[in-house]
């Protein structure tokens, strides 16, 4: 099936998502908005792929055939003649909003539009084009060449087609789908954990339990491979806020409104390990 694939956003999550289509053989195309943000994209891809072929688990030469397979660009207009794009932005609407309007006008009339998203329903996100049916959520997790799921997600229109177009190509390269059949906040996983670390946070909060033992009493207890607390400095202590404020917008849930401690965190600068502060410290 390889084909062509535009990633928008060369972050943790794009470049991840553009490296494993790459080593699947797919052409890749990788955006941002500036050089410096390709090049560090490129460059974390580099590493990823250095460390496998050291482990053993690719060969040395597969380093730059892979990376050969990848066009680092700062326009948007090289979405033109791709199969599949997937929009890996930061997690507000009217960003994705922009972005999706414009590959709206850009892309190929058959190309499928997907949204890595963790938690602002997909509906939302396709309403700005003249394609919904084209738009569909591909949820992948972090780290992208690590991480095994990924959360298909069904908006209110995506067709059967579209659907099943993204689940052959992220099996294809490598990963296990489960199926979102409707678009609710946070879909499954997000709304998951996110229920998770309000109430951890709280218990944390209110001087019930210390971050460790909590995390400790999820991981031997439930068998969590991370307690919920390292999972957050792990995504981002702002990515978890953005999307429990998002569910708890769409739904007025209680259960889903961010702790002032997680508010405070994020004020502060103390968003996990890409600050080196968050629930621990690195």
């Not at 289509?21 to 797919?26: H, L, P, R, S």
């Not at 394609?131 to 959520?137: C, I, K, S, W």
């Not at 946070?186 to 460790?212: D, M, Q, W, Y």
């Not at 508010?263 to 968003?271: E, K």
Request: glycine residues 8%.
């Amino acid at each position: 099936m390889a084909g062509r694939l535009a990633v928008v956003g060369a972050g943790l999550m794009g470049s991840g998502i553009a490296q494993v289509a790459a080593q699947a053989g797919w052409q890749v195309t990788l955006r941002d908005l500036d050089d410096a943000a390709t090049t560090r994209g490129i460059g974390g891809i580099r590493k990823s792929l250095e460390k496998f072929a050291e482990k053993g688990k690719i060969e040395a030469s597969d380093v730059e055939a892979t990376l050969a397979r990848i066009t680092p660009t700062t326009d948007l207009e090289a979405a033109a003649d791709a199969d599949i794009v997937v929009e890996a932005v930061f997690e507000r609407l009217e960003i994705k909003h922009e972005v999706f309007r414009a590959l709206d006008k850009i892309c190929k009339s058959d190309a499928v539009l997907a949204t890595n998203t963790s938690a602002i329903p997909v509906t939302q996100i396709a309403a700005v084009t003249e394609r919904p049916e084209a738009v569909v959520g591909t949820h992948f997790f972090s780290p992208v060449p690590m991480m095994q799921l990924c959360e298909l997600v069904r908006g209110y229109k995506t067709s059967d087609e579209t659907l099943a177009t993204v689940k052959a190509f992220a099996e294809e390269i490598g990963k296990t789908v489960v199926v979102v059949n409707r678009d609710i906040a946070g879909f499954v996983t997000t709304r998951l954990i996110s229920a998770l670390v309000v109430e951890a946070v709280k218990l944390v909060e209110s001087g019930v339990v210390s971050a460790e033992d909590l995390d400790t009493a999820c991981r031997l207890g439930f068998g969590h491979a991370m307690g919920p607390l390292a999972t957050t400095d792990l995504t981002g202590v702002d990515v978890l806020l953005h999307a429990s404020k998002n569910i708890y917008t769409d739904t007025a849930d209680e259960k889903f409104f961010p702790p002032e401690l997680l508010q405070r965190m994020v004020t502060a600068g103390d968003l996990g390990r890409k600050t080196g502060k968050g629930f621990y410290t690195y």
